[in-house]
Protein backbone atom coordinates (compact mmCIF):
# COMPACT_ATOMS: atom_id res chain seq x y z
CA UNK A 1 0.00 0.00 0.00
CA UNK A 2 2.51 2.26 0.50
CA UNK A 3 4.50 1.74 -2.37
CA UNK A 4 1.03 2.50 -4.36
CA UNK A 5 0.30 5.64 -2.68
CA UNK A 6 2.65 7.31 -0.82
CA UNK A 7 4.65 8.51 -3.82
CA UNK A 8 1.31 11.36 -4.08
CA UNK A 9 0.90 11.28 -0.19
CA UNK A 10 4.38 11.90 1.15
CA UNK A 11 3.50 10.58 4.18
CA UNK A 12 6.65 8.31 4.97
CA UNK A 13 10.20 10.32 5.40
CA UNK A 14 11.76 6.80 5.76
CA UNK A 15 10.43 2.96 5.25
CA UNK A 16 11.86 0.38 7.42
CA UNK A 17 10.11 -2.71 5.03
CA UNK A 18 13.11 -5.03 6.22
CA UNK A 19 12.87 -4.49 10.06
CA UNK A 20 9.37 -4.64 9.73
CA UNK A 21 8.92 -8.00 7.53
CA UNK A 22 11.27 -9.64 9.70
CA UNK A 23 9.49 -8.76 13.05
CA UNK A 24 6.24 -9.78 11.17
CA UNK A 25 7.69 -13.19 9.88
CA UNK A 26 8.68 -13.77 13.86
CA UNK A 27 4.96 -13.08 14.98
CA UNK A 28 3.80 -15.11 12.49
CA UNK A 29 6.28 -18.12 13.40
CA UNK A 30 5.78 -17.71 16.98
CA UNK A 31 1.84 -18.02 16.44
CA UNK A 32 2.25 -20.95 14.01
CA UNK A 33 4.39 -22.99 16.49
CA UNK A 34 1.35 -22.04 19.52
CA UNK A 35 1.97 -23.46 22.93
CA UNK A 36 2.91 -20.92 26.09
CA UNK A 37 5.09 -18.35 23.55
CA UNK A 38 1.97 -17.62 21.04
CA UNK A 39 -0.26 -17.52 24.44
CA UNK A 40 2.09 -14.77 25.58
CA UNK A 41 1.87 -12.62 22.62
CA UNK A 42 1.14 -9.11 23.16
CA UNK A 43 -2.48 -8.12 22.17
CA UNK A 44 -0.88 -5.64 19.45
CA UNK A 45 1.86 -8.05 18.54
CA UNK A 46 2.22 -8.14 14.86
CA UNK A 47 0.22 -4.94 14.00
CA UNK A 48 2.24 -2.11 12.23
CA UNK A 49 2.96 1.12 13.04
CA UNK A 50 4.37 4.45 11.58
CA UNK A 51 6.04 6.89 14.10
CA UNK A 52 6.63 10.63 13.57
CA UNK A 53 9.99 11.50 12.79
CA UNK A 54 10.09 13.42 15.91
CA UNK A 55 10.80 10.82 18.02
CA UNK A 56 13.99 8.78 18.09
CA UNK A 57 14.69 5.03 16.73
CA UNK A 58 17.65 2.85 16.73
CA UNK A 59 18.53 1.39 13.29
CA UNK A 60 16.38 4.49 10.92
CA UNK A 61 17.36 8.34 10.80
CA UNK A 62 15.52 10.48 12.80
CA UNK A 63 15.17 14.11 10.78
CA UNK A 64 12.69 16.05 12.95
CA UNK A 65 11.81 17.46 9.24
CA UNK A 66 14.77 19.39 9.25
CA UNK A 67 17.92 19.78 7.30
CA UNK A 68 20.15 20.47 10.41
CA UNK A 69 19.53 16.36 11.56
CA UNK A 70 19.72 15.15 8.14
CA UNK A 71 21.20 11.59 8.28
CA UNK A 72 21.42 11.19 11.72
CA UNK A 73 20.82 8.21 13.51
CA UNK A 74 20.20 8.52 17.44
CA UNK A 75 21.89 5.96 19.09
CA UNK A 76 19.07 5.09 21.59
CA UNK A 77 15.03 4.76 21.17
CA UNK A 78 12.35 6.57 22.89
CA UNK A 79 10.71 4.59 25.63
CA UNK A 80 7.01 4.48 23.66
CA UNK A 81 9.53 2.73 20.90
CA UNK A 82 10.99 0.50 23.15
CA UNK A 83 7.29 -0.54 24.32
CA UNK A 84 6.65 -0.98 20.54
CA UNK A 85 9.28 -3.17 20.07
CA UNK A 86 8.72 -5.08 23.55
CA UNK A 87 4.81 -5.26 21.97
CA UNK A 88 6.12 -7.14 18.37
CA UNK A 89 4.80 -4.23 16.84
CA UNK A 90 6.67 -3.77 13.12
CA UNK A 91 8.05 -0.05 12.76
CA UNK A 92 6.69 0.67 9.55
CA UNK A 93 8.51 3.79 8.67
CA UNK A 94 9.34 7.38 10.30
CA UNK A 95 6.43 9.88 8.93
CA UNK A 96 6.56 13.56 7.54
CA UNK A 97 6.16 16.48 10.36
CA UNK A 98 6.64 20.50 9.89
CA UNK A 99 10.32 21.00 10.95
CA UNK A 100 10.95 20.54 14.76
CA UNK A 101 7.17 19.81 14.60
CA UNK A 102 5.88 23.78 14.11
CA UNK A 103 2.94 24.24 12.07
CA UNK A 104 -0.43 23.49 11.24
CA UNK A 105 -0.14 22.00 7.64
CA UNK A 106 2.99 19.94 7.61
CA UNK A 107 4.10 22.56 4.34
CA UNK A 108 7.16 23.57 6.97
CA UNK A 109 9.03 20.77 6.28
CA UNK A 110 12.56 20.66 4.56
CA UNK A 111 11.75 17.32 2.91
CA UNK A 112 8.12 18.77 1.03
CA UNK A 113 4.45 18.78 2.41
CA UNK A 114 2.72 15.60 3.12
CA UNK A 115 -0.68 15.47 1.17
CA UNK A 116 -4.04 15.07 2.23
CA UNK A 117 -5.43 11.53 0.91
CA UNK A 118 -9.50 13.35 0.75
CA UNK A 119 -7.68 15.61 -1.49
CA UNK A 120 -4.35 15.61 -2.26
CA UNK A 121 -4.15 19.74 -3.18
CA UNK A 122 -5.28 20.27 0.72
CA UNK A 123 -3.34 20.25 3.97
CA UNK A 124 -3.31 17.09 6.22
CA UNK A 125 -2.93 19.33 9.13
CA UNK A 126 0.11 19.43 11.50
CA UNK A 127 2.90 19.33 12.53
CA UNK A 128 1.81 15.34 12.32
CA UNK A 129 0.34 15.83 8.55
CA UNK A 130 2.65 12.36 7.98
CA UNK A 131 1.22 10.29 10.66
CA UNK A 132 -2.72 11.31 9.99
CA UNK A 133 -1.92 10.85 6.11
CA UNK A 134 -0.73 7.27 6.44
CA UNK A 135 -3.35 6.07 8.21
CA UNK A 136 -5.89 7.98 6.23
CA UNK A 137 -4.58 6.64 3.37
CA UNK A 138 -4.81 3.27 4.84
CA UNK A 139 -0.85 2.89 4.53
CA UNK A 140 -0.55 1.94 8.06
CA UNK A 141 -3.37 0.98 11.05
CA UNK A 142 -1.91 2.92 13.77
CA UNK A 143 0.81 6.07 14.01
CA UNK A 144 2.17 7.84 16.41
CA UNK A 145 1.69 11.64 16.86
CA UNK A 146 2.99 14.32 19.13
CA UNK A 147 1.22 17.36 20.50
CA UNK A 148 2.73 20.45 21.40
CA UNK A 149 -0.33 22.63 20.35
CA UNK A 150 -2.09 20.42 18.61
CA UNK A 151 -0.72 18.73 16.76
CA UNK A 152 -2.14 15.46 16.83
CA UNK A 153 -5.59 16.45 17.42
CA UNK A 154 -5.80 18.89 13.73
CA UNK A 155 -4.12 16.69 11.35
CA UNK A 156 -6.82 13.64 13.38
CA UNK A 157 -9.47 16.35 12.37
CA UNK A 158 -8.84 17.23 8.73
CA UNK A 159 -7.41 13.76 7.62
CA UNK A 160 -11.00 12.11 9.78
CA UNK A 161 -9.06 10.32 11.15
CA UNK A 162 -8.99 9.92 15.63
CA UNK A 163 -5.83 11.56 17.46
CA UNK A 164 -5.15 11.45 21.03
CA UNK A 165 -3.09 13.30 23.17
CA UNK A 166 -2.47 11.95 27.09
CA UNK A 167 -2.46 13.69 30.12
CA UNK A 168 0.49 15.72 30.37
CA UNK A 169 3.15 13.49 32.09
CA UNK A 170 0.81 10.40 31.28
CA UNK A 171 3.50 8.79 28.00
CA UNK A 172 6.90 9.36 28.43
CA UNK A 173 8.24 12.39 26.44
CA UNK A 174 11.79 10.15 26.55
CA UNK A 175 13.10 10.21 23.21
CA UNK A 176 10.54 12.46 21.78
CA UNK A 177 12.77 15.65 20.50
CA UNK A 178 11.50 18.22 22.41
CA UNK A 179 9.87 21.18 21.09
CA UNK A 180 8.07 23.01 24.05
CA UNK A 181 8.98 20.79 27.18
CA UNK A 182 6.13 21.67 29.30
CA UNK A 183 3.23 21.23 26.17
CA UNK A 184 4.64 18.74 24.75
CA UNK A 185 2.86 14.71 24.42
CA UNK A 186 3.57 11.78 22.72
CA UNK A 187 0.25 9.74 21.37
CA UNK A 188 -1.94 7.75 19.10
CA UNK A 189 -3.84 8.36 15.63
CA UNK A 190 -5.74 5.67 14.20
CA UNK A 191 -8.76 4.78 12.40
CA UNK A 192 -11.02 4.20 15.64
CA UNK A 193 -11.48 5.07 19.62
CA UNK A 194 -11.00 1.81 19.77
CA UNK A 195 -7.64 0.72 18.48
CA UNK A 196 -6.48 4.32 20.09
CA UNK A 197 -7.68 3.22 23.18
CA UNK A 198 -4.98 -0.11 22.60
CA UNK A 199 -2.17 1.77 21.20
CA UNK A 200 -2.13 3.87 24.57
CA UNK A 201 -2.84 1.42 26.57
CA UNK A 202 0.79 -0.32 25.21
CA UNK A 203 2.69 2.62 24.91
CA UNK A 204 1.47 4.92 28.69
CA UNK A 205 2.64 4.63 31.92
CA UNK A 206 5.19 5.41 34.39
CA UNK A 207 9.15 6.08 32.84
CA UNK A 208 11.57 6.72 35.37
CA UNK A 209 13.51 8.33 32.82
CA UNK A 210 10.88 11.37 31.75
CA UNK A 211 11.02 13.55 35.17
CA UNK A 212 7.81 14.69 34.91
CA UNK A 213 6.35 11.28 34.01
CA UNK A 214 2.94 10.48 36.54
CA UNK A 215 3.71 7.39 38.67
CA UNK A 216 0.29 6.79 38.32
CA UNK A 217 -0.73 3.43 37.27
CA UNK A 218 -2.28 3.25 33.99
CA UNK A 219 -6.58 3.40 33.42
CA UNK A 220 -8.11 0.56 31.39
CA UNK A 221 -8.35 2.99 28.62
CA UNK A 222 -9.29 -0.49 26.64
CA UNK A 223 -12.21 -1.60 28.56
CA UNK A 224 -13.58 2.19 29.24
CA UNK A 225 -13.71 2.52 24.87
CA UNK A 226 -15.16 -0.78 25.02
CA UNK A 227 -17.76 -0.24 27.45
CA UNK A 228 -19.18 3.51 25.50
CA UNK A 229 -21.61 5.11 27.45
CA UNK A 230 -22.51 8.64 28.27
CA UNK A 231 -25.75 7.85 30.16
CA UNK A 232 -25.87 10.01 33.51
CA UNK A 233 -22.39 12.25 32.23
CA UNK A 234 -22.48 15.83 31.75
CA UNK A 235 -21.12 17.40 28.54
CA UNK A 236 -20.35 20.82 28.73
CA UNK A 237 -20.24 22.85 25.31
CA UNK A 238 -17.44 25.21 25.49
CA UNK A 239 -19.17 28.53 24.71
CA UNK A 240 -16.03 30.38 23.41
CA UNK A 241 -15.00 27.66 21.14
CA UNK A 242 -17.95 27.53 18.64
CA UNK A 243 -20.11 30.16 16.52
CA UNK A 244 -18.11 32.84 15.27
CA UNK A 245 -14.74 31.85 13.10
CA UNK A 246 -15.98 28.63 12.35
CA UNK A 247 -16.90 27.30 9.11
CA UNK A 248 -21.25 26.44 8.88
CA UNK A 249 -20.31 22.80 7.84
CA UNK A 250 -18.25 22.60 11.00
CA UNK A 251 -20.85 23.99 13.61
CA UNK A 252 -23.44 21.83 11.56
CA UNK A 253 -21.32 18.46 12.28
CA UNK A 254 -21.03 19.51 15.81
CA UNK A 255 -24.68 19.90 16.47
CA UNK A 256 -25.08 16.55 15.40
CA UNK A 257 -22.46 15.09 17.84
CA UNK A 258 -24.61 16.66 20.69
CA UNK A 259 -27.63 15.44 19.10
CA UNK A 260 -25.96 11.75 19.30
CA UNK A 261 -24.72 12.72 23.04
CA UNK A 262 -28.19 13.86 24.27
CA UNK A 263 -30.43 11.00 22.52
CA UNK A 264 -27.32 8.40 24.14
CA UNK A 265 -28.28 9.50 27.68
CA UNK A 266 -25.71 12.71 28.17
CA UNK A 267 -26.71 15.89 29.38
CA UNK A 268 -25.41 18.92 27.82
CA UNK A 269 -24.72 21.76 29.59
CA UNK A 270 -23.23 24.88 28.59
CA UNK A 271 -19.55 25.88 29.75
CA UNK A 272 -17.67 29.28 29.93
CA UNK A 273 -13.60 29.40 29.52
CA UNK A 274 -13.28 33.37 29.38
CA UNK A 275 -9.95 33.44 29.23
CA UNK A 276 -9.67 31.04 26.52
CA UNK A 277 -9.64 34.26 23.91
CA UNK A 278 -6.04 34.56 25.67
CA UNK A 279 -4.30 31.18 24.93
CA UNK A 280 -3.54 31.20 21.51
CA UNK A 281 -1.02 34.41 22.35
CA UNK A 282 0.16 32.67 25.28
CA UNK A 283 0.76 29.79 23.61
CA UNK A 284 2.36 31.58 20.49
CA UNK A 285 4.74 33.18 23.67
CA UNK A 286 5.63 29.88 25.78
CA UNK A 287 6.37 27.66 22.74
CA UNK A 288 8.58 29.73 20.76
CA UNK A 289 10.76 30.44 24.24
CA UNK A 290 10.84 26.60 25.28
CA UNK A 291 11.65 25.92 21.56
CA UNK A 292 14.68 28.71 21.18
CA UNK A 293 16.11 27.46 24.29
CA UNK A 294 15.97 23.60 23.38
CA UNK A 295 16.71 24.26 20.20
CA UNK A 296 20.33 25.51 21.31
CA UNK A 297 21.91 22.09 21.17
CA UNK A 298 21.84 22.27 17.33
CA UNK A 299 24.93 24.02 17.24
CA UNK A 300 26.91 22.01 14.14
CA UNK A 301 29.37 19.98 16.60
CA UNK A 302 26.54 17.69 18.49
CA UNK A 303 24.39 16.73 15.61
CA UNK A 304 23.73 15.64 12.48
CA UNK A 305 24.64 18.92 9.70
CA UNK A 306 27.65 20.82 10.21
CA UNK A 307 28.66 23.90 7.29
CA UNK A 308 31.80 26.04 7.30
CA UNK A 309 31.50 29.28 7.17
CA UNK A 310 32.70 30.35 3.32
CA UNK A 311 35.45 32.98 4.46
CA UNK A 312 36.85 34.68 7.25
CA UNK A 313 37.94 33.00 10.81
CA UNK A 314 36.59 29.47 11.37
CA UNK A 315 35.23 30.60 15.47
CA UNK A 316 33.05 27.91 17.01
CA UNK A 317 30.53 31.28 16.72
CA UNK A 318 30.88 31.23 12.85
CA UNK A 319 30.74 27.60 12.59
CA UNK A 320 27.29 27.17 14.69
CA UNK A 321 25.87 30.40 12.84
CA UNK A 322 26.54 28.79 8.77
CA UNK A 323 25.29 25.84 10.10
CA UNK A 324 21.83 27.09 11.71
CA UNK A 325 21.59 29.52 8.70
CA UNK A 326 21.44 26.64 5.99
CA UNK A 327 20.03 24.33 8.57
CA UNK A 328 16.59 26.03 10.07
CA UNK A 329 13.85 26.41 7.73
CA UNK A 330 11.79 29.75 8.52
CA UNK A 331 9.33 29.19 10.74
CA UNK A 332 11.83 27.48 13.19
CA UNK A 333 14.01 31.05 12.54
CA UNK A 334 10.97 33.04 13.38
CA UNK A 335 10.26 31.15 16.54
CA UNK A 336 13.92 31.27 17.89
CA UNK A 337 14.16 35.04 17.24
CA UNK A 338 10.47 35.19 18.86
CA UNK A 339 11.75 32.81 22.11
CA UNK A 340 14.76 34.83 22.54
CA UNK A 341 13.38 37.81 22.11
CA UNK A 342 10.42 37.24 24.99
CA UNK A 343 13.28 35.65 26.83
CA UNK A 344 15.88 38.48 26.63
CA UNK A 345 16.28 40.41 29.81
CA UNK A 346 13.85 43.65 30.86
CA UNK A 347 11.52 41.53 28.56
CA UNK A 348 11.06 38.44 30.42
CA UNK A 349 8.28 39.60 32.88
CA UNK A 350 6.35 41.59 29.89
CA UNK A 351 6.51 38.51 27.64
CA UNK A 352 7.18 35.22 29.34
CA UNK A 353 5.92 36.49 32.74
CA UNK A 354 2.38 37.17 31.61
CA UNK A 355 2.55 34.45 29.48
CA UNK A 356 2.47 32.11 32.47
CA UNK A 357 -0.08 33.85 34.27
CA UNK A 358 -2.67 33.66 31.47
CA UNK A 359 -1.76 29.99 31.52
CA UNK A 360 -2.66 29.72 35.02
CA UNK A 361 -6.08 31.23 34.28
CA UNK A 362 -6.81 29.03 31.63
CA UNK A 363 -5.96 26.47 34.10
CA UNK A 364 -8.12 27.64 36.37
CA UNK A 365 -11.17 28.04 33.41
CA UNK A 366 -10.62 24.52 33.47
CA UNK A 367 -11.39 23.87 36.64
CA UNK A 368 -14.62 26.07 36.91
CA UNK A 369 -15.69 23.92 33.77
CA UNK A 370 -15.04 20.60 35.04
CA UNK A 371 -17.03 21.36 38.21
CA UNK A 372 -20.23 21.87 35.89
CA UNK A 373 -19.34 18.94 33.53
CA UNK A 374 -17.49 15.28 33.22
CA UNK A 375 -16.09 15.96 29.62
CA UNK A 376 -15.88 19.05 27.71
CA UNK A 377 -16.73 19.29 23.78
CA UNK A 378 -16.06 21.58 20.92
CA UNK A 379 -14.94 21.18 17.19
CA UNK A 380 -11.32 20.12 16.48
CA UNK A 381 -10.36 23.01 14.33
CA UNK A 382 -12.08 26.11 13.13
CA UNK A 383 -12.21 24.83 9.55
CA UNK A 384 -12.35 21.83 6.96
CA UNK A 385 -8.61 21.22 5.14
CA UNK A 386 -7.80 24.00 3.44
CA UNK A 387 -5.56 24.16 0.30
CA UNK A 388 -2.11 23.94 0.06
CA UNK A 389 0.13 27.07 0.22
CA UNK A 390 -3.17 29.07 1.72
CA UNK A 391 -1.77 30.39 4.81
CA UNK A 392 2.12 29.78 3.91
CA UNK A 393 3.10 33.14 3.99
CA UNK A 394 0.54 34.29 6.53
CA UNK A 395 1.87 33.13 10.00
CA UNK A 396 -0.86 34.22 11.97
CA UNK A 397 -3.69 32.53 9.99
CA UNK A 398 -1.63 29.55 9.93
CA UNK A 399 -1.45 30.32 13.95
CA UNK A 400 -5.60 30.37 14.23
CA UNK A 401 -6.03 26.99 13.26
CA UNK A 402 -4.86 25.91 17.14
CA UNK A 403 -7.79 27.97 18.87
CA UNK A 404 -9.49 24.58 20.00
CA UNK A 405 -6.89 22.56 20.77
CA UNK A 406 -4.08 24.89 22.72
CA UNK A 407 -5.99 25.53 25.95
CA UNK A 408 -5.45 21.50 26.52
CA UNK A 409 -1.39 21.86 26.35
CA UNK A 410 -1.17 24.77 28.65
CA UNK A 411 -3.63 23.03 31.07
CA UNK A 412 -1.89 19.78 30.76
CA UNK A 413 -5.50 17.97 30.03
CA UNK A 414 -6.02 15.11 27.78
CA UNK A 415 -8.03 15.35 24.54
CA UNK A 416 -9.15 13.09 21.90
CA UNK A 417 -10.34 14.17 18.23
CA UNK A 418 -12.71 11.66 16.12
CA UNK A 419 -14.39 12.20 13.07
CA UNK A 420 -17.65 13.52 13.10
CA UNK A 421 -18.80 12.98 9.08
CA UNK A 422 -18.37 15.61 6.17
CA UNK A 423 -18.59 19.35 5.69
CA UNK A 424 -21.65 20.47 3.59
CA UNK A 425 -20.01 22.61 2.11
CA UNK A 426 -16.93 20.58 0.37
CA UNK A 427 -17.51 17.00 1.55
CA UNK A 428 -14.09 16.71 4.01
CA UNK A 429 -13.92 15.56 7.36
CA UNK A 430 -14.67 17.54 10.34
CA UNK A 431 -13.10 16.79 13.85
CA UNK A 432 -15.16 16.67 17.42
CA UNK A 433 -12.66 17.17 20.68
CA UNK A 434 -13.36 15.68 23.42
CA UNK A 435 -11.76 17.23 26.90
CA UNK A 436 -11.68 15.07 29.39
CA UNK A 437 -9.79 16.91 33.44
CA UNK A 438 -6.29 15.66 33.98
CA UNK A 439 -5.45 11.53 34.64
CA UNK A 440 -9.24 11.06 33.40
CA UNK A 441 -7.95 9.77 29.34
CA UNK A 442 -10.75 6.79 30.16
CA UNK A 443 -13.72 9.01 30.09
CA UNK A 444 -12.02 10.20 26.50
CA UNK A 445 -12.43 6.52 25.59
CA UNK A 446 -16.05 5.95 26.58
CA UNK A 447 -17.15 8.90 25.57
CA UNK A 448 -15.53 8.89 22.30
CA UNK A 449 -16.97 5.12 21.00
CA UNK A 450 -20.60 6.68 21.65
CA UNK A 451 -19.73 9.36 19.31
CA UNK A 452 -18.08 6.70 16.68
N1 LIG B 1 0.46 24.03 15.20
C1 LIG B 1 1.01 24.30 16.49
C2 LIG B 1 2.32 25.02 16.34
O1 LIG B 1 2.67 25.33 15.26
C3 LIG B 1 1.15 23.04 17.28
C4 LIG B 1 2.34 22.25 16.93
C5 LIG B 1 2.43 20.96 17.69
O2 LIG B 1 1.49 20.56 18.40
N2 LIG B 1 3.57 20.34 17.61
O3 LIG B 1 2.99 25.31 17.27
Redesign the pocket.
Known amino acids: RIAAVDGKVNAFLHINAEEALAVAAEVDAIRAAGGAEAEALHFLAGVPIAVKD?IVTIGQPTTAGSKILEGWHSPYDATVVERLRAAKMPILGKTN??EF????STEHSAYGPTRNPWDLDRIPG???GGSAAAVAAFEAPLALG???????R?PGAVTGTVGVKPTYGSVSRYGAIA??SS??QIGPVTRTVLDSALLHQVIGGHDPRDSTSLPDPLADLVAAAKTGSVEGLRIGIIKELHGEGYQAGVENRFNDALALLKDAGAEIVEVSCPNFQYALGA??LI?PSEASSNLAKFDGVRYGLRVLPEEGPMTIERVMGATRAAGFGD?VKR?IILGTYALSAGYYDAYYGSAQKVRTLVQRDFEAAFAQADVLISPTAPTTAFPLGEKLDDPLA??L??VA??PA?LAGVPGLSLPGGLADEDGLPVGIQLLAPAREDARLYRVGAVLE
Not at 101 to 104: F, K, Q, V
Not at 146 to 152: L, N, R, V
Open positions: LLDAMGSGSGTDTGGSIQMALDYYMERMYNDTIN
